[in-house]
């Protein structure tokens, strides 16, 4: 680490949005490090044990990074404090926080149950408060909520047609984040020695893009980074970071083994979608733990009855106890996931859970002058997604050079405009990758796999077909 504290974020083309998200990421891995440097115990990381002092310098380091990124995603230029009582938790000092991890441990694992149901009561109170959303949503429910089974399940539908009456800051609509996702500043533009690229740019460009910056940390959409990683090896991308974090996808398994052996770096891990982000880290026994703290997660069967330990789930609810702005209170991830039933061996006390996925696949396309265009799902997915009128899609390669996708408008949007705001946009971004690829609209809406009944949002349809034929 000599003289480099640069991060590079290969990330979508909205600077402040991610550096919040990666900030709150930040401030789960400095906690998560806090937490094991105060409670004695070495994680270990690809079957080696770090030294003694690696969680205490990890945490100052990741407290560092989130600091910097906090001021950058938060500093408001010419703003009176208005949005400040919305966001006392992001801006919690980190002492603070520490010393209430170091209580909660003196009080032992009743204390933490106790925190969570004192913490989960009082965002219940605030959206209640703050949101007519959630108050009418509440309604019946009684006055004070400890127990998360007791409210009713939200989902992404749900919360993206009635975004602006979810959200608890009434300046917070649904129109100006768009206006705000819309504004590309910043891209490629060295802020507090983070510098973001965008996830848009084609891999070659990217490649290069890197080799100059060469950056110390490297944070990134899970399937950029694997990108990443395979031009390292192939020997086109020459960087030396200490530390990578894929982030907002989940890998194939192995996967992380090969990105940290070909960067010879360290590599964390955070599990959950872009704005859910729930961060986990991964132990030598290959389990997930949770900051159960401040994250609830609820494995659950198809009627939202709880999936006992030791079986894969339906689908996962998760409550954000951190978030205020926009409160995540049951919200249906969509992952099927399973709980560890007994103690973890690795001595962690938080839980430990594994991730079955829903997983998006990359897209390879045939591209001008026979070369392949490869296409990261969460690229492609943020090209569609952030079309204004979007509420759901899925998409996927039906043929060599053709995608389909299946698209649902927003009710007050007209479904014509948002497709073809969905081609203008995806045929620039897949041009701007090399594909030459032809659109293909479906008839039908979204909706999941009959056979699984999972829902998958980015896959190669081709690749399936196959492996069924192979099946039978
Ligand atoms: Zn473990």
Not at 42 to 66: C, D, K, Y
Not at 152 to 170: C, E, G, H, I, Y
Not at 195 to 205: A, E, G, H, M
Request: proline share 8%.
């Amino acid at each position: 680490m000599t003289g480099r504290p640069i991060t590079a974020m290969v990330v979508g083309d909205r600077p402040k949005a991610v550096a919040k998200l990666v900030c709150g990421i930040e401030v789960f891995d400095a906690l998560t490090h806090a937490y094991c440097a105060l409670a004695g115990t070495r994680l270990q990381v690809l079957g080696r044990e770090g030294p003694p002092w690696w969680h205490t310098a990890s945490a100052v380091a990741n407290a560092i990074v989130a600091l910097r990124l906090g001021m950058y995603a938060w500093r408001q230029p010419r703003r009176a404090g208005k949005r400040r009582e919305a966001q006392t938790h992001t801006r919690e000092s980190f002492v603070g926080l520490l010393l209430d991890i170091r209580n909660a441990k003196k009080q032992g694992p009743a204390a933490i149950g106790d925190r969570r149901r004192t913490r989960l009561a009082e965002l219940v109170t605030f959206a209640r408060n703050r949101s007519p959303y959630y108050r009418e949503l509440y309604r019946s429910r009684p006055d004070r909520v400890e127990d998360p089974t007791l409210l009713p399940v939200t989902s992404k539908q749900a919360l993206m047609a009635n975004f602006d009456a979810a959200v608890t800051d009434r300046e917070v609509t649904l129109q100006k984040v768009r206006a705000f996702i819309a504004d590309p500043d910043l891209i490629g533009e060295p802020f507090l020695g983070v510098r973001v690229f965008s996830v848009f740019t084609p891999l070659p460009d990217l490649v290069a893009q890197l080799n100059d910056f060469r950056p110390a940390l490297l944070f990134g959409y899970a399937t950029a980074i694997a990108a990443l990683a395979a031009e390292q090896e192939a020997g086109r991308l020459r960087i030396d970071p200490v530390l990578v974090v894929p982030t907002a996808e989940r890998l194939p398994p192995g996967e992380h083994e090969k990105i940290a052996e070909v960067f010879s770096a360290r590599v964390g891990e955070v599990y959950g979608s872009t704005g859910i982000g729930v961060a986990t880290f991964r132990c030598a026994h290959g389990w997930l733990h949770v900051n159960s703290d401040w994250v609830i997660l609820e494995p659950v069967e198809r009627d939202f009855s709880p999936t006992p330990p030791g079986r894969p789930s339906h689908t996962v609810l998760v409550t954000n106890l951190a978030n205020r702005v926009q409160p995540i209170i049951r919200y249906d991830l969509g992952d099927s996931l399973t709980t560890r039933p007994d103690p973890c061996p690795c001595g962690t006390p938080l839980p430990a859970i594994r991730v079955e996925g829903r997983r998006d696949d990359a897209l390879r396309f045939p591209g001008a002058g026979g070369r392949e265009a490869r296409v990261l799902p969460l690229a492609l997915g943020t090209a569609i997604e952030e079309t204004p009128g979007v509420l759901q899609f899925q998409a996927y390669q039906s043929q060599d050079d053709e995608l389909t996708i299946r698209l649902a408008a927003e009710p007050d949007a007209e479904p014509e405009a948002v497709w073809r705001d969905v081609g203008g946009h995806v045929t620039e971004f897949l041009a701007a990758q090399g594909g030459d690829v032809r659109l293909r609209r479906a008839s039908e809406p979204p909706h999941r796999d009959p056979r699984t009944q999972k829902f998958r949002s980015i896959w190669d349809a081709r690749a399936r077909q196959a492996s069924e034929g192979r099946e039978r």
